[in-house]
């Protein structure tokens, strides 16, 4: 690891975060057992091996395919030193917790609790049991899928196209679910979903190449999640109405829930709980759309312009940017601890120790896990691991 901190957030220098996760199955292979047999001394050796073959260009005797072997050893080139150690550890699904909590959704701040504690479900099976009104506990595989497709795809005003293409990135066969999942919902849900699908097709708007009864089952797991949130759902209009209020009343500062926001000398300014600010550079009303726009970096040509935005994507600057603040209090006490940071990936810290019993993975998770004191109430959880290279837990 050579002693320094090597990486931020945001994914400069070394980006962690796009190496692939270490697939254990060749190294499985390698020594003749199943994956699940492997010891970490085993991962170690056959990462060593890879990487000191390939430094004597001679891996093509030891490995029958030289690309995934070096594709498994990237993570691990980020060593600690002799006597020392690399303490892991992440916090738990934060940006679904502090949405939440930021939007006072009472009852999921409770399932993360009831979670944490071992008494609650998991928070896929969870949405998915909110959604269809059944017992968490009783979700399977499939529903659970949907449910995490849910939770990650409709949380900042996803539409039907928000969760077709997550269904899509989780692999899930759309027409199969459909099939199977249209007898489960509501028939006013489906009668809904019916007359917007008809809009959209008036409009000569796009369902995604999908049958009828597949677009409709699919804007009724969107219908359903919204009934399921009506905390969150109803915050993206207050944020939406706040930042207009703003941009109104110039030096005004309004206040939405846990959010403060003022337009002054140019700039639209979001306060945090804890204080901080995001920002917003040049922001206005279209004079064409009635949209919110501000002047950014535009991700994909990168070059500077005018960016319009929406209340859903609002609320997830703000989720991101607050789950930033609480993973960034933890770093002066976890250093205090003597677990210096060498490496932070999103919201994972990678800290290095002296190779002894007193610094646990339960003791950096304690801190993580640690609820600042402008947060009182948010449901804080964090896991992870112990190691000599670096891996993805």
């Known amino acids: 690891m050579a002693n320094g901190r090597i990486v931020s957030n945001s994914g400069r220098v070394v980006q962690v975060q796009n190496l692939s996760r270490l697939n254990t199955s060749p190294i499985a292979e390698w020594y003749g057992v199943k994956p699940k047999q492997l010891s970490h001394e085993q991962i170690d ?45 992440d916090l738990s699904n934060i940006e679904g917790r502090y949405a939440a909590w930021i939007a006072e959704e009472s009852w999921k701040l409770d399932a993360f609790r009831n979670f944490d504690n071992g008494i609650g479900a998991d928070l896929y099976c969870v949405a998915y049991g909110k959604s269809f009104g059944v017992d968490p506990f009783t979700v399977d595989k499939e529903q659970r899928q949907i449910g995490k497709v849910q939770e990650l795809f409709l949380q900042f005003a996803g539409g039907t196209g928000a969760f077709v293409t997550g269904a899509t990135t989780y692999r899930i066969d759309l027409e199969a679910m459909a099939e199977k999942a249209i007898q489960f919902i509501p028939m006013e849900t489906i009668r809904e979903s019916e007359k917007f699908m008809d809009w959209m097709k008036d409009k000569g708007m796009p369902t995604f190449n999908l049958s009828d009864r597949c677009y409709v089952v699919c804007n009724s797991f969107k219908m ?40 002054t000398k140019g700039w639209l300014r979001f306060k945090f709980p804890d204080g901080t600010f995001l920002c917003y550079p040049q922001a206005k009303i279209e004079d064409d759309d009635n949209s919110i726009s501000f002047m950014g970096t535009n991700q994909f040509t990168r070059r500077w312009e005018r960016i319009r935005t929406h209340p859903g994507k609002l609320f997830e600057n703000i989720v991101q940017g607050g789950s930033r603040n609480v993973f960034v209090s933890s770093y002066a006490p976890a250093e205090a601890a003597g677990f210096e940071i060498v490496m932070r990936i999103h919201d994972e810290l990678v800290t290095e120790t002296p190779d002894t019993p007193d610094y646990t993975v339960d003791g950096l998770s304690k801190i993580m896990a640690t609820v600042p004191s402008w947060a009182p109430g948010l449901p804080l959880a964090a896991a992870g691991f112990e190691s000599y290279r670096y891996r993805k837990g």
């Not at 001679?58 to 690399?86: D, H, Y």
């Not at 706040?242 to 500062?253: F, G, Q, Y």
Request: charged share 20%.
């Open 224 to 263: 359903l999640w919204r009934e399921a949130h009506p905390a969150i759902t109803s915050y993206w209009k207050e944020i939406d109405t706040a930042v207009r209020d703003a941009l109104a009343n110039p030096e005004s500062v309004i206040t939405a829930r846990k959010m403060k926001f003022q337009f």
């Open 45 to 89: 050796h056959y990462l060593a091996t890879g990487i000191s073959t390939c430094l004597d260009d001679c891996e093509e005797f030891f490995f029958p395919s030289v690309m995934p072997m070096l594709t498994n050893s990237v993570r691990g080139c980020f060593v600690a030193p002799p006597g020392r150690k690399l303490v892991t550890a």
